[in-house]
């Protein structure tokens, strides 16, 4: 077969895969975002009726939502609603749920992003720098504070280091808004409380990797021909350890995302991720199914952008798994 079928069918049976792996992964968040808020303690209409609501109204109501039918009908009718585009009405506030998620999804989408692109904006040339600095053991005292620095900000949790940034930039020094979406400024917190474990993550596995690169042979030739440390590095180094760099950037991916729930909790961040931390504590069922759901999607497509860009970048990838 010419190494162009080859290739296209490659190609083919990559797409497949993927395509088949999406929609199996998007049918159990499916089910799963479905599921889950009803393994919630308690009666959601209740809860939204007052504890005082007369029996008969609270039986009337679930009657009307159709949560008194068996669970293979209620899982049924949500299906149905999700075919017409219709994810429900709010039971606190009688809102559709298409108008919150519409209204919400890019507040979360833009802190998300930007932290990813923050965070491969930092890690990568950082993470080169590093290992051109301490490769083959020289200037131990930098690989240590290195190595210390990135462990201890790799282990913080998103929502204390929200905190901590809150206590120090926006009400110690009164640098940032302390909370809310108004202006340029109030992506810094969010993005950073969202982007500095991750990029310590990765700026370790950019430098063992470049660690790697730097000692192959092609780099001893580049320095032997004298080239300068731009072209050594940026046109040598930096392609050759990409793959591995955004390998690991795509896992990180999905975190950074579920992060925004805690995150924009503290920030009051208008997003995704604030509505379904109230909604799960006032027992808003259609609002938590839908919001896990719409999440659950972003990570499930963010890793489909991620899988694609890598098979571009290294399509022996794509042949070699068919």
């Known amino acids: 077969m010419p190494a162009r079928h080859l290739l296209g069918h490659s190609w083919t049976a990559f797409l497949g895969r993927r395509t088949a792996r999406l929609v199996l992964s998007l049918g159990v968040v499916l089910t799963a975002s479905f599921a889950m808020v009803r393994l919630i303690p308690g009666d959601p209409v209740r809860a939204a009726l007052g504890v005082d609501a007369a029996p008969g109204l609270v039986a009337a109501r679930r009657h009307q939502l159709g949560l008194d039918e068996p669970f293979p009908s209620q899982y049924r009718r949500y299906l149905d609603g999700l075919v017409h585009g219709d994810l429900g009405t709010s039971l606190v506030t009688g809102t559709p749920v298409a108008e919150l998620v519409r209204t919400r999804l890019p507040a979360t989408l833009a802190i998300a992003g930007?932290?990813?692109?923050?965070?491969?904006?930092?890690?990568?040339?950082?993470?080169?720098?590093?290992?051109?600095?301490?490769?083959?053991?020289?200037?131990?005292?930098?690989?240590?504070?290195?190595?210390?620095?990135?462990?201890?900000l790799a282990g913080v949790p998103d929502f204390v280091l929200a905190a901590g940034l809150t206590v120090l930039l926006a009400v110690g020094l009164n640098l940032l808004p302390v909370a809310g979406a108004a202006g340029a400024a109030s992506f810094v917190l969010p993005v950073l409380a969202l982007s500095?474990?991750?990029?310590?993550?990765?700026?370790?596995?950019?430098?063992?990797?470049?660690?790697?690169?730097?000692?192959?042979?092609?780099?001893?030739?580049?320095?032997?021909?004298?080239?300068?440390?731009?072209?050594?590095?940026?046109?040598?180094?930096?392609?050759?350890?990409?793959?591995?760099?955004?390998?690991?950037?795509?896992?990180?991916?999905?975190?950074?995302?579920?992060?925004?729930?805690?995150?924009?909790?503290?920030?009051?961040?208008?997003?995704?991720?604030?509505?379904?931390?109230q909604s799960v504590a006032a027992q808003d069922y259609p609002v938590v199914q839908a919001m896990v759901l719409i999440l659950g999607t972003t990570v499930l497509l963010a890793g489909l952008l991620v899988d694609l860009l890598l098979a571009v970048l290294d399509p022996r990838s794509a042949i070699r798994e068919s």
Do not use: Q
Request: positive net charge; proline residues 5%.
């Open 114 to 152: 930007l932290a990813f692109l923050v965070t491969l904006a930092v890690a990568l040339p950082f993470g080169l720098l590093a290992a051109v600095r301490t490769r083959n053991g020289r200037h131990p005292r930098t690989e240590l504070a290195f190595t210390a620095v990135t462990a201890a």
């Open 196 to 277: 500095v474990a991750p990029t310590a993550v990765l700026m370790r596995i950019v430098r063992v990797e470049a660690l790697k690169v730097l000692n192959e042979d092609y780099m001893r030739t580049a320095r032997g021909k004298r080239l300068s440390c731009a072209r050594r590095y940026l046109r040598h180094a930096a392609p050759n350890m990409a793959t591995a760099a955004l390998t690991v950037a795509g896992s990180l991916l999905p975190a950074m995302i579920a992060g925004t729930v805690l995150v924009e909790k503290v920030f009051a961040w208008p997003g995704i991720g604030s509505a379904m931390a």
